[in-house]
């Protein structure tokens, strides 16, 4: 479920790396905003990728804790709420600290 678009955020941030890449190489004066640009474009697309990869991990585990209680019988397995949002505090976090590092980073590049 999460998985795709983390693949398709990692691929645009890849190209929006090899665009700057490209740019840095071919022109050698190039437009002043250019490079900050494109690389608020990777981190930003590099963050959401490895937050949405958290969640695809915890999605299979989440997956795999409800085959268990149901193989079972209810005896093991099950959703323990501590983990629930102790996965949510970890995913709230990542994102927060992610998009706070990008914006230090284009801000330090002013």
Known sequence: MFL????????????????????ANIFWTAPVQLEPALEGI????????????????????????SALHKATGGKAGGHNP????VYAILALSLFILGTACMSMIIMHMF
């Open 4 to 23: 795709f678009p983390a693949l398709i955020l990692s691929t645009l941030a890849n190209a929006s790396n090899i665009a700057l890449e490209v740019t």
């Open 42 to 65: 990777a981190l930003f697309f590099t963050e959401w990728a490895i937050l949405l990869l958290f969640l695809s991990i915890i999605a299979v585990l989440r997956n795999r804790e």
């Open 82 to 85: 501590i983990f629930t949002g």
